[in-house]
Antibody, heavy 120, light 106 residues
Framework: QVQLQESGPGLVKPSETLSLTCNVS????????WSWIRQSPGKGLEWIGW??????????NYNPSLKSRVTISVDTSKNQFSLKLRSVTAADTAVYYC???????????WGQGTLVTVSS | SYELTQPPSVSVSPGQTASITCSGD??????ACWYQQKPGQSPVLVIY???KRPSGIPERFSGSNSGNTATLTISGTQAMDEADYYC?????????FGGGTKLTVL
């Protein structure tokens, strides 16, 4: 079955760019849609954005509140997709999850999550 | 922007039925999903497309969605069901999560 694993720096300085990668195993990345979701400490889930499958030509859609700072991309050769969040502040400190988006409906499965702390 | 509202907490006695609601404008016109999240773990899908259970999810989990409210029902609640539960829906091309409900089994 499909499994996801996030990777990237656990500490990012304010004003810099947060970069994370999600490695997909057990299935082709081209066949599904993919999303990034985050959860600030002790808070709820916040959707960051989505990248479509091959039939959507890899189109993207982002949370309006983050749209100006976010880029999600896919590397089909590595079966990975990535998140870049620019100009981070302490408010971007969160556990970041990658997830498969099935049929523009549910998210399943999710990665284990990775904590990113924004601090100098 | 579209919003989904959940009660912050729900309590239930073991063996009883727990109901967690999720409210949003014309939510019944959209598909609702539900996720269970235990401390230190990733969310797990328990209900999708309003009423469907993924394989491996116990039959005691069920869902409904009509009007402005989606409901997650856990019948015969067990101690292991104690967790945070989040509803989720798509509003046009964006995803919205409810604020989450902490289910306490006591």
């Amino acid at each position: 079955q499909v499994q996801l694993q996030e990777s990237g720096p656990g500490l990012v300085k304010p004003s810099e760019t947060l970069s994370l990668t999600c490695n997909v195993s057990g299935g082709s990345i081209s066949s599904y849609h993919w999303s990034w979701i985050r959860q600030s400490p002790g808070k709820g889930l916040e959707w960051i954005g989505w990248i479509g499958d091959i039939y959507y030509s890899g189109s993207t859609n982002y949370n309006p509140s983050l749209k100006s700072r976010v880029t999600i991309s896919v590397d089909t050769s590595k079966n990975q997709f990535s998140l870049k969040l620019r100009s981070v502040t302490a408010a971007d400190t969160a556990v970041y999850y990658c997830a498969r988006n099935v049929g523009l409906s549910q998210f399943d499965p999710w990665g284990q999550g990775t904590l990113v702390t924004v601090s100098s | 922007s579209y919003e989904l509202t959940q009660p912050p907490s729900v309590s239930v006695s073991p063996g009883q039925t727990a109901s967690i609601t999720c409210s949003g404008d014309k939510l019944g016109d959209k598909y609702a999903c539900w996720y269970q999240q235990k401390p230190g773990q990733s969310p797990v899908l328990v209900i999708y497309q309003d009423t469907k259970r993924p394989s491996g999810i116990p039959e005691r989990f069920s869902g409904s969605n009509s009007g402005n409210t989606a409901t997650l029902t856990i019948s015969g609640t067990q101690a292991m069901d104690e967790a945070d539960y989040y509803c989720q829906a798509w509003d046009s091309t964006t995803v919205v999560f409810g604020g989450g409900t902490k289910l306490t089994v006591l």
